[in-house]
């Protein structure tokens, strides 16, 4: 269909808590035309995905959200109209980041141009584009997953969920997927091919966690966050591994509590900041030892690490030596017994 | 001094959140003999460190606890009194493992010879021992913390805390110590060189935290948790790294709450469960593209990935699409809007 004018759906104000239709606002504008070495194309599908949440501002992201007036932003298909780019033609297929509006002009450098032969154009914001690329991303790129453990996965029956899910799968996981309700539950098992589902809605939750986890977790893959993970996360084996993902359940929290104790919090600092956070043992990492010495005995010899000591005379000292470092009483400097 | 005993440290109870002395319990029994291949040595440096907080049992720790009437753990120094190995002579020192009791055995596998000339003994039990080696591991094997940026450390003025810092000055680090009490925080400062130090037992503790970051954290080394942590976080910048070493504020903690948004049971995990939480951004990971279409493409054409897909006709359906992402009401399938 050609259409007279640039239909948008700019943000027209900021959510407060979840998106409401009267957050966003249709405004025609006038059809670009192409300058040289720019086309012109016409969007025919446009994802929807939770993160658009997030562009819309007020919530948990930590992200700068797009500006009042400004048409939402998301990937898009599209064909080519007019062309005026040695590399595209019109009727091309092209992948775009335009969001929503029906036209939009590229100058090709944030366009990719797609096969309608090799792959339905729609998997293109699926499984092959974006949503695919997440999933994929977080199951391939930062952690090495070790086959044979438990997967973990939450939103199961959602896009990138099920796409890691899947991965998982592939790569000679168990897998675990965590659902809401009992008609997307089955679908995890039925049609995925996953191992077991957990219902979060269903009032046995925590009994069907610990039925589908005998073995605990080794591997995460969290995409929604909120009251859910605090249940999973006692599962952790050790050495467990979480790609954080996505914190859905907390996207339209306006107003996250900071400097308490608050978990989720941390989550989303996680998130938004990519925090990196790595825990050891020393008795696992014994082998390190002579390279440590190695560096550190000249270092100590030098005076370049300086070091506090403080003894306490005899054997029987030892239990009142230990509570004086939780008392508050202590220096702090290294505290060694001496046996005479 | 010679003893005519075997004088051992044991524990007597496990404690009801901080040790007490009545946890303990002092024991005489017989000096033993070394077969063939053992030596006997007597422990004269014993090192006290708060981990061993842990090994009572009752407490936040999720490792095992040594039981009732062994004696308490925990490293010394030792000066070999009879030997029947050959790699060990009377009069040699060693670092061992024997814990709170004045003699002990080994067959040479769990001790290390210390030359007493090379640094003094105590050294072994403090930055040459394990107390170095955990703040040398910390700030060397988990992460690649980049010079130029700003670490902090907890537990700055502790044994464990003031090697790390001071490692991380000599790796380049402007290097931001965290310490209770003024005069430990002069102390980080003065005698170890660090660029800034916070006292969280100060009423403006929130206020010099605020003026010792200007620039965030890019690293950080914990040894502490509690309730200075919340308020640290909320200063981590993008790609943050963080040890978790310690989490000395909760180890006398018997219950911490879980199944609930409680940040300190997360931690708890992480740390005596090593898991590694990550997350990603994909607009920074977006030349892995082609790398993840090489996989992917032959996945989906082969329906080894399976993918949903709902489609909604109509360009003005965009905005009540994506609120269906959170209102409960969407079968979790790839949400696309189709405009004809």
């Known amino acids: 269909m050609k259409h007279m004018s640039n239909r948008q759906i700019v943000l027209a104000a900021r959510p407060d808590g979840m998106a409401r239709l009267s957050d966003f606002k249709a405004v025609d504008t006038d059809i670009p035309s192409p300058k040289d070495g720019e086309v012109l194309f016409r969007n025919r599908l446009f994802s929807v995905d939770p993160y658009q949440r997030n562009l819309m501002?007020?919530?948990?992201?930590?992200?700068?959200?797009i500006d009042i007036g400004d048409p939402m932003g998301g990937p898009t298909v599209g064909v080519v109209e007019q062309s005026r780019h040695?590399?595209?033609a019109v009727g091309d297929h092209v992948q775009s980041w335009s969001g929503w509006q029906r036209y939009a002009l590229s100058d090709g450098s944030d366009i990719r141009k797609l096969d309608a032969d090799a792959a339905p154009l729609s998997t293109a914001l699926g499984p092959l584009g974006l949503t695919g690329f997440t999933a994929w991303y977080g199951m391939t790129k930062?952690?090495?997953?070790?086959?044979?453990?438990?997967?973990v996965v939450t939103g199961a029956a959602g896009a990138v969920g099920s796409t890691a899910a899947q991965l998982g799968k592939l790569r000679g996981l168990r897998v675990v997927g965590v659902a809401g309700g009992p008609a997307k539950a089955a679908r995890l098992t039925d049609e995925l091919g996953l191992d077991a589902a957990?219902?979060?809605?269903?009032?046995d939750f925590e009994d069907q966690v610990r039925r589908a986890l005998p073995d605990g977790i080794d591997a995460f893959f969290e995409n929604v966050g909120g009251p859910i993970f605090p249940v999973l996360m006692e599962y952790f084996n050790t050495d467990a591994k979480m790609t954080l993902c996505g914190t859905i359940a907390d996207y339209s929290e306006t107003e996250l509590p900071t400097g308490t104790n608050y978990l989720p919090r941390l989550i989303t600092l996680i998130h938004y900041r990519f925090v990196s956070i790595k825990a050891f043992a020393i008795p696992y990492v014994l082998d390190s030892?002579?390279?440590f010495l190695a560096e550190m005995a000249p270092l100590v010899r030098d005076g370049r690490i300086r070091y506090g000591e403080e003894f306490i005379d005899g054997f029987d000292a030892l239990p009142a030596?230990?509570?004086s470092l939780f008392d508050g009483t202590h220096s702090g400097r290294k505290l060694i017994v001496r046996d005479r």
């Open 57 to 65: 501002g007020n919530g948990s992201s930590e992200w700068p959200a």
């Open 86 to 88: 040695p590399d595209f």
């Open 142 to 151: 930062l952690h090495a997953f070790k086959p044979g453990g438990t997967l």
């Open 198 to 203: 957990i219902d979060y809605k269903a009032a």
């Open 289 to 291: 030892f002579p390279e």
């Open 321 to 323: 030596a230990l509570m």
